[in-house]
């Protein structure tokens, strides 16, 4: 048993922790494509750096132990472990995804798996009622994500995976917003937990990488099979850049929140401002669900400006903060979600879920909130008509 009960102590102690060879604290980078064999039929440990290596195999242990679930797979990108996972499904299966997705997860979809006959409906996941009558026979799973992007919102995980349960479905979290330090979706019934670990896991901007961790050992049968056979596996040295970053998880998260309620606040608060998407602020929808299943509301926030304010002299306006993709990097990043990360969502659908010309997604980072705040107030004065 570990000596250890804390999650703050299994970021830095869980999983594989040091070599056993050398003594190392750190699991070395295993920067090799094979491993010589014994003889034959010996069934070596190791065999060939796609199907096992040693440095990747840390990090999805740490992963599967962070997020209680049965097994971890690392991929080379959030897209690449959400593939796998979709993967699972046959032609002529469906899958539901929230109202409100990464761009990213509903143009594969869309543009990808349909050509392999597996389809796809946009559900209202607040909505229980109405979810429930969503899941035809051909419902294989749901895919939804809580915080969703870019509009933060909120869905009763605990509530929608009893959902997908009782219609035999699998439920699918996207925790990239989260991370297990601040939610654990397979504690509240998840089947499977995906992250973009290139975000608050790895947390510097330096590394592209995906995680997925299943609940039980049927679906860590198959999906492994799927890793192994698919081949978008994780390197062993961003694998060992991703276990370096989850070490700092905790004080990082802890900062990123800190900074988002400050800022959310005074953004709420701003005469310029027309709506703020944080569900750390009272009165938020899904206020209360997210209490109820998160530890607090995340670091994200999105909002909209007045009519009578240029959003375009605000992104060139900032000074400290940065306009570029991603998000939870230990500096702030502003994003214009409807030409960059949603773009590939059709106008008419990203105008039906809110997802407006006017929208900014903002991912604080971990700089002095004065900073920060004198940043948002100046790019918000410049930009004034």
Known sequence: MPAYHAIESTLIHGGVYSDPLTGSVNVPIYQTSTFEQQGLGQNPTWEYSRTGNPTRAALEALIAELEGGTAGFAFGSGMAAITAVLSLFESGDKVLISSNVYGGTFRVLDKVFRHFGISYDIADTANLQALDAAFEPAVKAILLESPANPLLTITDIAAVCDIAKAHGALAIVDNTFMTPYLQRPLQLGADIVVHSATKYLGGHSDVVAGLAVVRDEALAGRLAFIQNSTGGVLGPLDSFLLIRGIKTLAVRMDR?????????????????????????LAGAQGHDINRKQAKNGGAMISFELKENYNIRTFFTSLRLIALAESLGGVESLVCHPASMTHASIPYEVRQKVGITDGLIRLSTGIENIEDLLDDLMQAIRASEE
């Open 256 to 280: 990123h929140v800190a900074n988002a309620e400050r800022a959310a606040a005074f953004l709420d608060d701003n005469p310029a401002v027309k709506r703020v998407y944080y569900p750390g």
